[in-house]
């Protein structure tokens, strides 16, 4: 493992560990957010659960390396729909980008782990 893949690694633990426990938690951004994407609220708990369960396998990925690269494709999967969701609605590029940033940033988690999908 990398230092650029543990540190990417950790600030998408983060990331996703905040960002999923606050889909759930109801926070008035993101209960915000899907209203303006006009998506359901109970979607945004599974988005939140989701989130927090790729931030868990990404942290079982410190022991198990192959875990970084299918937690990877599961948030991966999650940024690239909030990016069409985002796109579906017309969102201006400073609503879009943060998903945007997060998806590149998986993907390159991803690819830098690739050699773990391969079981």
């Known amino acids: 493992m990398t230092i650029l893949s543990i540190v990417l690694q950790s600030l998408l633990i983060l990331y996703y560990a905040f960002s999923g426990g606050a889909k759930i938690a109801g926070a008035k951004y993101w209960v915000d957010i899907f209203k303006n994407l006009d998506i359901p609220q109970w979607f945004r708990v599974v988005t939140g659960i989701v989130q927090l369960?790729?931030?868990?396998?990404?942290?079982?990925?410190?022991?198990?390396?192959?875990?970084?690269?299918?937690?990877?494709?599961?948030?991966?999967?999650?940024?690239?729909?909030?990016?069409?969701?985002?796109?579906?609605?017309?969102?201006?590029?400073?609503?879009?980008?943060?998903?945007?940033?997060?998806?590149?940033?998986?993907i390159i988690l991803t690819a830098i782990n690739s050699d773990g999908l391969i079981i």
């Open 53 to 106: 369960v790729g931030s868990a396998a990404l942290i079982i990925g410190y022991w198990y390396d192959w875990m970084i690269a299918w937690a990877g494709i599961w948030l991966g999967i999650t940024m690239l729909l909030a990016c069409l969701a985002h796109l579906r609605v017309k969102d201006p590029i400073n609503k879009t980008a943060p998903a945007i940033v997060f998806a590149v940033l998986i």
